[in-house]
């Protein structure tokens, strides 16, 4: 039988992952069944201590699809750097390894590429605990942009890279990689450094991901350290210099994109124990002066970026009401959640 073309390269980073590493692997393999293209599942295991290596060689051996690297650890982004480099296939999707794909993702994409050239495609995802779905984002319709600032007016722009599946050959060219510097934002950095080299994107909006929210991550665990919760906070202000290191003309969203990102830093960094105002202010002072000395900045962003600085106090008291809507909100969504949920077993 002749060996099918290498269409879709996943790339999955596995860090003692034994509990749902079997599932993940399973999901993938299901949602390629059917399709005509071919895919290889690049496992990249990261210094896992538990038996995360074994399944990994045990899925290895059965499949011919799936290739093993093993390495010390050091971190997702060096780690799907290392996926990017064994990659062959001409699309490249991120998987990790506590997550599940739907059984037509493979066939959706597939069909999706047949009408239409993409540099990058958007998909829906579905975050949930155990069981119970949290909460679903898709994009509103299936559509091709030709025009980022136009996707960016009417679509749900997400901050993780397997929510998008991004051209090989982009990356390539480019070089595009994740920041091994970076332990928090990495996906965004990620994908916004791809989409400064190009304006070609396609949405899909059908949910084909489903991301399993542990509480243990480290994204979920930063605030109580004042260094680890510094330091998420900075990440922030590090995407938005990484974008004028891509050395080319910024769009009009990323007016939005930079806002977004300098209020995330102040969010992060007003949930952090001991943080003090003072300390917050004088890291974002250095960051605005040091992107001042280093790119040749418009007026209008100088402007922007310097919008915090001109009343600490007021802007803080904004950002913490902010946070504090956010809470509320969340605690309504849940109070939804559990009344639908009530109802559905009712009837």
Not at 226 to 248: D, I, M, S
Request: hydrophobic share 35%; proline share 2%; charged share 25%.
């Amino acid at each position: 039988m002749k060996k099918k073309e290498i269409k879709f390269s996943f790339v999955v980073p596995v860090y003692n992952a034994e509990k749902h590493l079997g599932a993940c692997i399973e999901a993938i393999l299901r949602s390629a069944k059917n399709a005509a293209s071919g895919i290889e599942i690049i496992l990249i295991n990261d210094g896992s201590t538990d038996d995360s290596l074994k399944i990994l060689r045990d899925f290895e051996a059965a499949h011919d699809s799936i290739i093993v690297i093993s390495k010390k650890n050091t971190g997702v982004s060096p780690t799907r750097n290392l996926g990017l480099e064994r990659a062959t296939g001409e699309y490249i999707c991120f998987v990790d390894s506590d997550d599940h794909l739907t059984e037509d993702y493979v066939l959706k994409l597939e069909n999706t590429l047949k009408y239409c050239v993409a540099d990058v495609l958007q998909i829906g995802f579905e975050r949930r605990i155990g069981d119970r779905i949290l909460y679903q984002v898709a994009p509103t319709r299936s559509k091709q942009y030709n025009d980022l600032n136009r996707y960016f007016s009417v679509e749900n722009y997400t901050h993780a890279v397997w929510s998008y599946v991004f051209k090989r050959g982009i990356i390539e060219t480019y070089q595009i990689r994740f920041d091994e510097q970076l332990r928090y934002s990495e996906d965004q950095d990620f994908i916004l450094k791809f989409f400064t080299r190009t304006a070609n994107m396609v949405t899909i909006s059908s949910v084909l991901y489903l991301y399993n929210d542990v509480p243990t991550s480290a994204v979920n665990s930063s605030a109580q350290n004042k260094e680890k919760g510094r330091n998420r906070a900075l990440a922030q202000l590090v995407v938005v210099e990484n974008l004028f290191k891509q050395k080319v003309n910024l769009q009009a969203y990323h007016k939005e994109v930079i806002n977004d990102l300098v209020d995330d830093y102040f969010v992060y960094a007003a949930r952090v124990d001991g943080y003090t105002q003072d300390e917050i202010m004088v890291d974002y002072t250095y960051f605005v002066e040091h992107l001042q000395s280093s790119y040749a900045l418009k007026e209008v962003l100088l402007k922007n970026l310097k919008r915090p600085q001109q009343n600490p106090s007021m802007y803080l008291e904004k950002i913490k009401s902010k946070i504090n809507w956010k809470k509320k909100t969340r605690k309504v969504q849940k109070m939804v959640r559990g009344l639908v949920g009530t109802l559905s077993s009712k009837y």
